[in-house]
């Protein structure tokens, strides 16, 4: 695919897993083969609201852009009258905390809160969530501020792991020589995911609140 700088705007309706669509539909892979395109920008909101800011991002840039939103209904929020571009590269700071951060994409981003508030009412676990936002540009600044000051880091995607948002972040650790911050990424397992509805997958892959509270338990736990 040549792009070059052209004002196409790709809205990607399946990002994650599709339940009742079946197998063949499962949106596991779209982050790892558009993040490597030049002049790509790439998004993922956290709910409804989000993804009519970034419909009108996209359209503003006079660049291709991809946004990629789950299959099914929203969480019912409201929506803000007048779609206006979100700055670009721009994550969203959500929760603030002092034992590890979390870099939450797209549909993660609810289930990462509601994990993060159940692990400080149980456990006295203080979580930094992030509503990452794009996968690229990535939020560079933030993302740097946030691992100078955490000796631990967790990305969350419906993605392939291989190539998906936390490579991308593993790459910028190391651009950086950050090698000193140990990383848990979360996301889709290197094999084809099976028939299923959404939230019976998502708990198969331990990308529900409980999984992704358990995940986090047990990584800073062995750390």
Known sequence: ICLLNLPVTFAIDRGGVVGSDGPTHHGAFDISYL?????MTLMAPKDENELQHMLATAISL???AALRYPRGNGYGVALDQNPTPIPVGRAELLLEGRDAVVLALGTMVYPSME???SLQNDYGISL???????VKPLDETLILELVRKHKYLITIEENA????FGTAVLELLEQHYLHGVQVLRLGYPDNYIPQGEQHELRAMMGLDTKGI???IRNFLSQS
Request: aromatic share 4%; no cysteine.
């Open 35 to 39: 993040r490597h395109l030049p002049n």
């Open 62 to 64: 006079g660049s291709p």
């Open 115 to 117: 994990a993060a508030r």
């Open 128 to 134: 930094t969530v992030v509503n990452s936002r794009f």
């Open 161 to 164: 792991l291989q190539g998906g």
């Open 213 to 215: 509270e358990v995940s």
